[in-house]
């Protein structure tokens, strides 16, 4: 096995950690679209088709515990109506 000095060592560690950022960086990017697409179908199953005024609103959160409270109001929300209005609180 050869010798890892400690330089060697410190950028292994540095490249790893970078890595590690860079996925969780990318799966929280990929969780946000997919929750964002699961608001999207849910209102789309309950009421037809979405405005895409309301679409776009959806589509500019970032916030993953926004989305996450997004799926819940559309699941129980009566129109699109009452689900648009909760985007604003």
Known sequence: ?????????????VGLERGLQRGLQRGLKQATRDIRDIVIEVLDERFGEVPSDLVSAIN????????????????RCDSLQDFAKSLNE
């Open 1 to 13: 096995m050869p010798y890892v000095n400690s330089v060697k060592r410190w950028g292994i560690k």
């Open 60 to 75: 500019k959160i970032e916030e993953l515990n926004k989305l996450k409270s997004l799926v819940r109001i559309a699941v």
